[in-house]
T-cell receptor
Framework: GAVVSQHPSRVICKSGTSVKIECRSL??????MFWYRQFPKQSLMLMAT?????????EQGVEKDKFLINHASLTLSTLTVTSAHPEDSSFYIC??????????????FGPGTRLTVL | GNSVTQMEGPVTLSEEAFLTINCTYT??????LFWYVQYPGEGLQLLLK?????DKGSNKGFEATYRKETTSFHLEKGSVQVSDSAVYFC????????????FGKGTKLTVNP
């Protein structure tokens, strides 16, 4: 149980284009999803918290107009990198917390999406 | 907020060697503690967790004990395998009641046959 998928796993795009990454919880409802960015050989940097039916909460220093997040349903959140540039090339990982009654602190991670902007 | 300090790697071991990866934390209260593992080219997987003091989390031969006296959650395995080669992250909530996690910098483990 608690499987999270991401699509696509890899994407290469030209500078200036927009790229959409999907994050789905396959066997549970996720009231909260998180988006992370990971640079090579580094830890995860939290970009934003995505809650179903409300606006995402962005971490300090993350451009909300560049990284658009939509939590359309209890099983789907999308991250759109708008007008991508080479410096946006990175490994993007989502995670989800199982919804339900009470507080839960265990995040389940997707397999990640490797974005390369040419 | 809470913070975590993790032993820096990389760590290189021979198969069947004993593994310890140190993790210490600073926290208000007694939050849950986690170890996540990231295999090459993949996302993170929850390896084990402990929710209260003196709890021992275990999975796939790995163990970690929540020690409030030393504010530590060291990861151990008695006999590593080549397939254990990965990056290991220690993590805990950013603050009490938060669903956000703060991660250590990660420790890369390489196990040679």
């Amino acid at each position: 149980g608690a499987v999270v998928s991401q699509h696509p796993s890899r994407v290469i795009c030209k500078s200036g284009t927009s790229v959409k990454i999907e994050c789905r919880s396959l066997d549970f409802q996720a009231t909260t999803m998180f988006w992370y960015r990971q640079f090579p050989k580094q830890s995860l940097m939290l970009m934003a918290t995505s809650n179903e039916g409300s606006k995402a909460t962005y971490e300090q220093g993350v451009e909300k107009d560049k990284f658009l997040i939509n939590h359309a349903s209890l099983t789907l959140s999308t991250l759109t990198v708008t007008s991508a540039h080479p410096e946006d090339s990175s490994f993007y990982i989502c995670s989800a917390i199982s919804g339900g009654l009470g507080y839960t602190d265990t995040q389940y991670f997707g397999p990640g999406t490797r974005l390369t902007v040419l | 907020g809470n913070s975590v300090t993790q032993m820096e790697g990389p760590v290189t071991l021979s198969e069947e060697a004993f593994l310890t990866i140190n993790c210490t934390y600073t926290a208000t209260g007694y939050p849950s503690l986690f170890w996540y593992v990231q295999y090459p080219g993949e996302g993170l997987q929850l390896l084990l967790k402990a929710t209260k003091a003196d709890d021992k989390g275990s999975n796939k031969g790995f163990e970690a004990t929540y020690r409030k006296e030393t504010t530590s959650f060291h990861l151990e395995k008695g006999s590593v395998q080549v397939s254990d080669s990965a990056v290991y992250f220690c993590a805990l909530p950013t603050q009490g009641g938060s669903e956000k996690l703060v991660f250590g910098k990660g420790t890369k483990l390489t196990v040679n046959p």
